[in-house]
């Protein structure tokens, strides 16, 4: 005879197992797992969102495209580089004319000259940064926007010049100096004519790759901005002063900028 296995120990805490059915459960109680799921689907009357719609590829420009554009921004500034040339030739070839003020209000600018101690214009290239005119000895004229002209002349240089007030104290960064220039101005012409903010004063070297500007506005007793409105044939007489560096004083070059935009040269050395 087979003998039944004993039966699995059981603890309190577990429910006694039992093959009843609750009373309190009702058949209602149960889901309908034969009835399709309506609720989850859209009703006729209902609107259903259309999707996003998909973005187009992007075009690019294809590579003939590209090298049009080049073509045409290289051929505008060969057009600005040709204006500016036809400029520069019209400077040097003879006058330029320049509109100031209203349209219509026009005059023509001639270029400067150089003039020897006896007031002689001189032909060659003398005021040239090759070729600079000498301080004492040549005059620089140009014609103003005033119809008249101006005659500037570097009268005297001090290349080791002090710094007024400083009763001969060192001041200066050791390695630099302080170099003055003084300036004679002469107008001729209509109306009057005011130095300061139409010339235009600064220093060269081969020893400072730069452009030095005239700082004689409060240190000098007559700077440039200082100088007095000029009517025919009056004279202003004012001072430039310029820091270089010691060595610079081998290779220096004072320029003059006229309004028009021209420089001219004074040997400094």
Do not use: C, K
Not at 92 to 105: A, C, L, N, R
Not at 129 to 136: E, F, L, Q, S
Not at 146 to 151: D, I, Q, R
Request: charged content about 20%; proline content about 10%; hydrophobic content about 40%.
């Amino acid at each position: 005879m087979a003998t039944q296995p004993p039966a699995a120990p059981r603890y309190d805490w577990e429910p006694p197992l039992t093959s009843e059915r609750p009373d309190d459960l009702q058949s209602s109680d149960l889901p309908d797992i034969t009835a399709p799921a309506t609720d989850a689907l859209p009703t006729e009357d209902e609107h259903v969102p259309a999707p996003d719609p998909v973005p187009p590829p992007r075009r690019r420009f294809p590579p003939l495209a590209i090298v049009a554009i080049v073509l045409v921004v290289v051929a505008g500034m060969v057009a600005g580089l040709g204006i500016v040339a036809s400029t520069v030739v019209g400077l040097i070839g003879g006058s330029s004319e320049v509109v100031y003020g209203d349209e219509g209000s026009q005059y023509s600018i001639e270029p400067a000259v150089v003039l020897d101690a006896e007031g002689n214009e001189v032909t060659d290239s003398t005021g040239g940064y090759d070729t600079p005119a000498i301080v004492g000895e040549h005059t620089i004229r140009w014609e103003v926007w005033t119809g008249g002209t101006l005659e500037l002349a570097a009268t005297a240089i001090d290349t080791d010049a002090t710094v007024p007030g400083a009763a001969g104290a060192q001041v200066l960064q050791p390695g630099y100096r302080l170099v003055t220039v003084t300036f004679e101005a002469v107008y001729a012409g209509a109306g009057e004519y005011l130095p300061d903010g139409e010339i235009y004063l600064a220093a060269e070297s081969e020893a400072a790759p730069y452009y030095v500007a005239d700082i004689a506005a409060g240190l000098l007793p007559h700077p440039l901005v200082d100088a007095d409105t000029l009517t025919d044939g009056q004279t202003a007489t004012f001072e430039a002063a310029f820091v270089l560096p010691d060595d610079a004083a081998d290779t220096l070059l004072v320029s003059v900028e006229t309004m028009d935009g021209e420089i001219m040269y004074y040997d400094a050395r």
